[in-house]
């Protein structure tokens, strides 16, 4: 394995630094080094995410239109029934997903959310699917509750560096996010973790960033880089967009940062032209989001994914199926849990 190849935990700045100053297309050369030793580099893993409760949310992020602090629009929406849910989970699959990512506009999921949400995930599983998931802060027993009904994945995205962190948000501290990807890992999921830039942090904010990922005991296995959607009636709908070469070094600086995790290039993809997705690709981006729309916001329409894979000769990173009589017993055993209309309950925050 080259020595650019090594995974390390033990980053400094001066170093990460190095790397953003690297001449572009050094930088690339780099990334696309380090991605080639760990990945296909013609192969993007292929997620689909669904909010399956939506808005109200205490925190006050920002950047979301989900938080009940800034009038936005967004229509609030209760809990989805399980049905609903794994109906979405076996359209993606369809689609060509071989994740299925499930966010919920939750500070922390309450005791009586959790036996929806577990059995969204067994219904996931059984689909043959991936299964990940963003419900907020988790307690231990939570995250082994989770983990323990075969959850894969759980988002709990860092956001930004400690240093500029309290400028977004002062609902949950850094620290709080921290213990949750501990419990995460804990209970023996994997860890998806990532942030958002263009948010009006510096570039030193966007090292910090990348730095605490990179330097966690273990990386996370899913990395999503988050362009910001700037959204009327959130305090930072007028801040200044971040430069398109500056968000295509970030994804090569984390690609050569932690070599075998999967870096998503997650939302803002529709202001990114396909020369620009094309970029973060070979800059070691493999993995997105596939689909008409995010948790609230647009994402590139699925003709136009498949399109632009076609223009690059990329294919969807492939997971092994189960049968169809297996898909089959999922859909019919969620069916058979929601004859109980009481599964389908208020759980606005």
């Known amino acids: 394995m080259q020595a650019d190849s090594a995974i390390r935990h033990d980053w400094t700045v001066d170093e990460v630094l190095a790397l953003f100053q690297l001449p572009f297309n050094d930088l690339l050369f780099r990334a696309q080094s380090v991605h080639r030793a760990f990945f296909d580099p013609n192969a993007v893993q ?6 399956i409760k939506t808005g109200a949310c205490p925190e006050d992020c920002k950047y979301c239109p989900q938080s009940a602090h800034y009038n936005t629009g967004l229509e609030v929406e209760r809990l989805m029934k399980v049905r609903e849910v794994l109906e979405e989970a076996e359209a993606a699959k369809a689609k060509g997903a071989s994740r299925f990512c499930m966010g919920a506009a939750w500070k922390q999921p309450r005791a009586k959310d959790m036996p929806y949400v577990i059995e969204m995930i067994k219904g996931v599983k059984a689909l043959g699917l991936e299964a990940c998931m963003t419900l907020g802060t988790l307690q231990p027993e939570q995250a082994q509750d989770l983990a323990d009904a075969g959850l894969d994945y759980y988002n709990h995205n860092l956001d930004t560096s400690p240093e500029f962190y309290d400028s977004i948000i002062t609902t ?3 620290q709080e996010r921290l213990d949750t990807l501990q419990h995460v890992r804990d209970a023996g999921m994997k860890v998806c973790c990532g942030g958002i830039l263009g948010m009006g942090e510096s570039q030193r904010d966007r090292i910090g960033l990348l730095m605490m990922l990179a330097n966690l005991s273990d990386h996370p296995e899913s990395v999503p880089i988050n362009m910001l959607v700037r959204v009327e009636g959130t305090p930072l709908a007028d801040v200044d967009e971040l430069e398109a070469f500056e968000f295509v070094r970030t994804i090569a600086v984390a690609r050569i940062l932690m070599p075998a995790s999967h870096v998503r290039l997650s939302a803002g993809r529709t202001e990114m032209n396909e020369q620009m997705q094309a970029l973060c690709f070979l800059a070691g981006a493999n993995s997105i989001f596939y689909g008409e729309k995010l948790l609230t916001t647009e994402n590139p329409q ?8 076609a223009k690059l000769g990329i ?3 492939v997971r092994e199926d189960l049968s169809d009589s297996s898909r089959e017993q999922a859909i019919l055993h969620a069916l058979s849990e929601q004859q109980d209309q009481q599964r389908f309950y208020d759980a606005s925050c």
């Open 46 to 51: 292929v997620s689909t995410l669904l909010s």
């Open 172 to 174: 949950r501290s850094y």
């Open 302 to 309: 699925a003709d136009a994914d498949r399109a632009l894979f």
């Open 315 to 317: 294919h969807p990173e």
